[in-house]
């Protein structure tokens, strides 16, 4: 059987558990590989169906006894076809398959949600079930989680590289990887305090003044202040 490369997104997605791939194992040496695996135009790169691969090398089936499917779209197009086959298909967790999604498509989304503030619009997102939002939401839609985890996965995806995978693993809870996110996300730098002008003082001043007399004594007030200061 060919030797054929896995995309970088579909390696993104942890391997069937012991017990499931034992049974498709079995499935397939009983009846064979049923779903296609699906490839690239040339033919070298897998996209979806790695288990079945792998399965299908270890029971040594040669090229004709594996049927696969050639990807018929653009190729800037299989990250989201490859996401779109595997992320509610797999027996992932909540933290698991939003934390994954975070990894693969956080930097774009938050660029998109920044170039949407910016410009005052909303703007397009590659996947047809994402909807105009910020970040968060839009990542959450598409998880089906609540925005908490959204916004959680989000600061693990960026915060804390070193233990993203642990999360998509299992290995860590989304919760604890969020405060290690949290403690290591940089802190704004506070806003310089305005010095107001003399002028600005003295009208804030006069102001307050003011407002300790009802509206129709003003007129008397600022005769008597009037009096008192002229030369």
Partial sequence: MRVMKI????????VLQAKEMRELREDIQENGIKVPI?????????????????????????????????????????????????????HLTDDQRVTLLAKIRGPQLEKGAAERKKGGQFGAVPLKSAAPGDAAAILSKEAQVGRDKGRA????????????????SGKVP??????????????????PKKVKTLKE???????GFMDAFPITEHREVKRILHEQTAP
Avoid: Q
């Fill in 7 to 14: 995309h970088e997104v579909a390696s993104l997605f942890p």
């Fill in 38 to 90: 699906l490839v690239n135009k040339k033919k070298d790169t897998i996209l979806d169906g790695r288990n079945r691969y792998m399965i299908a090398n270890e029971l040594k089936l040669g090229d004709g006894k594996v049927p696969m499917e050639v990807f018929k779209g653009e190729d800037g197009d299989i990250p989201g076809e490859i996401i779109s086959r595997n992320i509610l298909r797999r």
């Fill in 153 to 168: 996965a989000l600061d693990v995806a960026k915060h804390a590289k070193d233990i993203v995978d642990d999360v998509i």
């Fill in 174 to 191: 989304l919760r604890k990887a969020a405060k290690i996110a949290k403690a290591r996300k940089p802190k704004r730098a506070a806003k």
């Fill in 201 to 207: 003082r003295v009208i804030a001043k006069y102001l």
